[in-house]
């Protein structure tokens, strides 16, 4: 497996990886309570994992798993959203990726890490059987 050695905590003020989404908290994507839905912010993250998990495999990807799901801060309605994405490890057909979210929020520090979480995806064939990863990852 390749494997990168990039630590990052809830307290960094840098994003790990490059960003891969970008969209804007809306009031549909509310739970009860006003806040946006945690369910919403993980698709995001999802989709932006995708985009990038296509990038590496140069072709069709599923999510396998999410592991280590973690809500640091609440994200509000008119948060824009970004999603950043590294990749830990790429394995025979699958790659592990670390995601997090971060808000660009009004009258607030430049950015504020809200979530993070590590993302499997597995590459797949027009069949939807996996097929192999390309190892050289020098030009995502």
């Not at 590496?56 to 999603?83: K, L, N, Q, W």
Request: charge should be negative.
């Amino acid at each position: 497996m390749v494997e990168k050695n990039e630590t990052a905590n809830a307290d960094s003020t840098m994003p790990r990886g490059d960003m891969c989404t970008r969209t804007l908290a809306m009031p549909s994507d509310t739970n009860p309570s006003g806040d946006i839905f945690g369910g919403w912010l993980m698709s995001q993250m999802d989709i932006a994992g995708g985009v990038l998990a296509s990038q590496i495999a140069e072709g069709r990807v599923a999510t396998v798993s999410v592991d280590g799901m973690t809500f640091h801060r609440p994200v509000y309605v008119g948060d824009v959203v970004c999603v950043y994405g590294d990749i830990d490890r790429i394995g025979t057909t699958s790659m592990v990726l670390h995601l997090e979210a971060w808000v660009l929020r009004r009258n607030q520090p430049p950015r504020i890490k809200v979530t993070e979480a590590t993302f499997t995806f597995v590459a797949i064939d027009a069949n939807g059987r996996p097929r192999p990863v390309r190892k050289d990852e020098a030009s995502v």
